[in-house]
């Protein structure tokens, strides 16, 4: 059957490639894709959050399934769009609906949502514009370091930690000014959790479910995990300190929880819940739900799974989860991520990557990446690429992704360089 991927990161770049591994996908699109796509399908020059566009690009191409990689056209409606469409009904759509993606779109809901179901978190206070003084006079009282989120979508941004409260005042002010727009008219003060963060896959069709390679991210810029926030600088699968005894603890405390909630809400969730953990003392607890594949564990993640991909998404579609299985690679991954010079902050486009051909022994993902007027491969983003190796233990995966990491030329670019440091 003809499969279209929405998306053009990295998390793309990797689903792209196992799905096109399946005998079951005849062709592949990818809407729109980078230059990485096209090593696996054709790329279609179609915004995902232009719904109308994305009608006339599954018609077009005899589309059966479409597999939703970003957040932002979930938290919008895109499943909800093509379950009312006559035209659309017979395709599969891989995805939650836009009530059941509120559990990433909107930080508070995803509070509320996990005390009602007695899943483990971090305490909180939301605050809006209208309620700033009382957010000031919550932070007067409040333990330190302190962690302010933005409600809505900001890109893996709109986490801020601070160890000053008159900071954290500043902040506040600032998020609910407008810094994060639309998505910081809320703002979540939380309790502080002192911990080792890792993250959980999971595909469910709204009932049962099956869990993918666990995986750990860096978010931080700087060496250390200092600096802003990003979209991810690189991951590792499997994180050492997840045994057998954590994932349990996860599948008890967390997701069947969760998925106990979803039902009950009557919440229509057939896809990817992305459970970002920190594990306090060796207790679970959850920092945030996100309702696709993270970027960049999708790239670790795919490379440790064996299993059909595709067959794998189409279970999920078709309410058929219950007994399946995932077979995962014993090796390790690990994934070092190329940003632009500026990343997060502003950055140029349009600089010529040379040197991979060079890589060896490595995959590389392509996120902002396009082509130009030359044929060259330029970028187009901040992340840029991302380098996932293989290895006994993820510290040889470490050193075959740094090796081929600097292979790779583009100006500005920047790599942190002590990913894994924590474990």
């Given at each position: 059957m003809n499969v279209l991927l929405l998306g053009a990161g990295g998390r793309e770049h990797a689903l792209a490639w196992r799905l096109s591994e399946s005998p079951l996908c005849h062709r592949l699109f990818i809407a729109p894709g980078n230059a990485g796509t096209v090593q696996y399908g054709v790329n279609l020059a179609v915004d995902p959050n232009n719904f109308g566009a994305v009608k006339l690009a599954v018609l077009d191409n005899n589309i059966s399934l479409v597999v939703c990689g970003p957040e932002e056209p979930l938290v919008r409606g895109i499943q909800d769009f093509f379950k009312r469409d006559e035209a659309l009904s017979r395709v599969r759509f891989l995805g939650p609906s836009a009530a059941a993606a509120q559990l990433e779109g909107s930080k508070a809901y995803a509070?509320?949502?996990?005390?009602?179901?007695?899943?483990?978190?971090?305490?909180?206070?939301?605050?809006?514009?209208?309620?700033?003084?009382?957010?000031?006079?919550?932070?007067?009282?409040?333990?330190?370091?302190?962690?302010?989120?933005?409600?809505?979508?900001?890109?893996?941004?709109?986490?801020?930690?601070?160890?000053?409260?008159?900071?954290?005042?500043?902040?506040?002010?600032?998020?609910?000014?407008?810094?994060?727009?639309?998505?910081?008219?809320?703002?979540?003060?939380?309790?502080?959790?002192?911990?080792?963060?890792?993250?959980?896959?999971?595909?469910?069709?709204?009932?049962?479910?099956?869990?993918?390679?666990?995986?750990?991210?860096?978010?931080?810029?700087?060496v250390g995990d200092t600096g802003p926030n990003t979209g991810g600088m690189g991951s590792v699968s499997?994180?050492?300190?997840?045994?057998?005894?954590?994932?349990?603890?996860?599948?008890?405390?967390?997701?069947?929880?969760?998925?106990?909630?979803?039902?009950?809400?009557?919440?229509?969730?057939?896809?990817?819940?992305?459970?970002?953990?920190?594990?306090?003392?060796?207790?679970?607890?959850?920092?945030?739900?996100?309702?696709?594949?993270?970027?960049?564990?999708?790239?670790?993640?795919?490379?440790?799974?064996?299993?059909?991909?595709?067959?794998?998404?189409?279970?999920?579609?078709?309410?058929?989860?219950?007994?399946?299985?995932?077979?995962?690679?014993?090796?390790?991954?690990?994934?070092?991520?190329?940003?632009?010079?500026?990343?997060?902050g502003a950055y140029e486009k349009g600089k010529v990557i040379t040197g991979l051909e060079d890589v060896e022994d490595s995959l590389v993902f392509h996120a902002g990446t396009t082509t130009n007027d030359a044929g060259e491969t330029i970028t187009n983003g901040g992340r840029v690429l991302a380098v996932t190796s293989y290895g006994e233990t993820f510290q040889e995966a470490l050193e075959k992704s740094y090796d081929n990491a600097r292979k790779i030329k583009f100006e500005g670019v920047q790599f942190r360089e002590d990913i894994g440091f924590d474990l």
């Open positions: 509070k509320v949502f996990m005390q009602e179901f007695g899943i483990p978190t971090a305490g909180y206070r939301a605050f809006t514009g209208e309620t700033l003084q009382a957010g000031l006079e919550y932070l007067d009282g409040s333990a330190t370091p302190i962690v302010l989120k933005a409600d809505g979508l900001a890109a893996g941004k709109g986490v801020v930690i601070l160890d000053d409260r008159e900071e954290a005042k500043t902040e506040l002010k600032a998020m609910l000014d407008g810094k994060f727009g639309a998505a910081g008219s809320e703002v979540v003060i939380e309790d502080f959790l002192d911990g080792i963060e890792f993250s959980v896959f999971v595909l469910t069709d709204g009932k049962d479910f099956i869990t993918l390679p666990v995986a750990k991210d860096y978010k931080r810029s700087g499997h994180p050492p300190f997840v045994d057998a005894d954590m994932v349990a603890k996860v599948e008890q405390r967390v997701i069947r929880p969760t998925l106990a909630g979803i039902q009950a809400r009557n919440l229509d969730y057939k896809g990817f819940i992305f459970i970002g953990l920190i594990s306090v003392a060796g207790e679970p607890y959850v920092i945030e739900y996100n309702c696709r594949m993270g970027d960049p564990e999708t790239q670790s993640v795919m490379a440790r799974l064996e299993s059909d991909f595709m067959q794998l998404c189409l279970q999920a579609t078709d309410s058929e989860v219950y007994g399946s299985t995932v077979k995962i690679k014993d090796e390790q991954v690990a994934t070092v991520v190329l940003v632009s010079g500026g990343y997060p």
